[in-house]
Every structure is written in structure tokens, then in C-alpha cells.
């Protein structure tokens, strides 16, 4: 009888994952294929490989907002989320909310109100007012301040940011593209 234990097939075989993975993105409406490794966030995919930084890295831990985009119209943390999860989906950042030299309500009222000082989290600021007026829950200056709080701006423009999102959402603006 034979003492050595038999190796079963799943202990000599390698996993071997892949390196790349092929994904199209439609990203401020033009239709982007890439290769990405299959960890790469939405928020690199667009910097590094789409050479989008408008969209910026602040904490990479989902906390700051400053990577805040607009998925299929819902506003999400690009910085938590896999771009391989997005396969397909239509991605916007804040160089796909004006058209041409016209600027989108939310951009223009941010200039009017001032709200923004050193401009780092005004991007993500002004993705995350988008969605947030698209959502249609933001009644009160109090709601804006409650539903945009997921944005954090380390100068503290707070006030003009409020007063920015709450001029667009007198207008009757839902933060849509036209």
C-alpha cells in the first residue's frame, strides 16, 4: 500500500486571474473603451486611463466627496467602487456638465455665490449638487445642508455652496443637462 497522499487536481492547479479587463464606459456621452485591472476604482480609471482630473482624489476612503461623479445619474463616490462594476454604464464628471462654453446652472451659480475658495473639492461639490437636485428631496436650506454633508470642503464655504445650490433650485433647475 502506498502511504504518500494523492495531490488532488485543485492543489496543483494555478488560479490565474486576470491582468486586464476590457469595459466601455459612456463618459460624458462619448463611448470609452479601456483595459483596466480588474481592481482599478472608477475614480483612477477616469484619471489615469481617461486623463478625466477633474474628478479628484481626496481621502480615497469614500469620506471627503471630492470624487463624487454621476452614475447613470445617481451620484456616487467614484474612490469606493470598482469601474469593472460599471461595465456599460453612463458616467458624468464635472467636464461633461457644460456644453461647449456654456456653463451648467450649478457651475454658473457657483462662480455667482463665490462657493468655492482653493477650488479642490469644487468638483465633486457641484457633481454632488447635481444629483442631489435630480433626487428632488432637498426642500430647505437645512435639507441641502443634511444631503450634501457626504462633501466635506476643508475651507469652509459651506454658506456660498448652500446658497449656490438653493439659487439653481428656485430656478426650477433639476441639475439636468439640456
Not at 490565474?16 to 459612456?26: F, V
Not at 481621502?59 to 471630492?66: E, T
Not at 469601474?83 to 456653463?103: K, N, R, Y
Not at 469644487?122 to 457626504?150: F, H, N, W, Y
Request: glycine share 10%; with cysteine; net charge negative.
Amino acid at each position: 500500500m502506498n502511504s504518500k497522499p494523492k495531490a488532488d487536481a485543485a492543489t496543483k492547479a494555478t488560479v490565474s486571474l486576470p491582468t486586464k479587463n476590457g469595459i466601455t464606459l459612456k463618459v460624458n456621452g462619448a463611448v470609452k473603451q479601456i483595459e483596466i485591472a480588474p481592481w482599478t476604482t472608477l475614480l483612477d480609471a477616469l484619471r489615469e486611463h481617461l486623463g478625466l482630473t477633474g474628478t479628484k482624489k481626496g481621502c480615497d476612503h469614500g469620506q471627503c466627496g471630492a470624487c463624487t461623479v454621476l452614475v447613470n445619474g445617481k451620484r456616487i463616490t467614484s474612490c469606493l467602487t470598482l469601474a469593472i462594476m460599471h461595465d456599460g454604464a453612463e458616467v458624468t464628471t464635472i467636464e461633461g456638465l457644460a456644453e461647449g462654453e456654456v456653463l451648467h446652472p450649478l457651475q454658473k451659480a457657483f462662480v455667482e455665490h463665490d462657493a468655492f475658495q482653493c477650488g479642490y473639492c469644487t468638483p465633486g461639490q457641484i457633481c454632488s449638487a447635481v444629483g442631489l437636485l435630480r433626487e428632488g428631496k432637498a426642500k430647505s436650506p437645512e435639507d441641502i445642508r443634511e444631503l450634501m454633508s457626504g462633501n466635506i470642503c476643508r475651507c469652509g464655504a459651506y454658506a456660498n455652496i448652500v446658497a449656490a445650490i438653493e439659487q439653481v433650485s428656485r430656478m426650477g433647475e433639476r441639475g439636468d443637462e439640456e
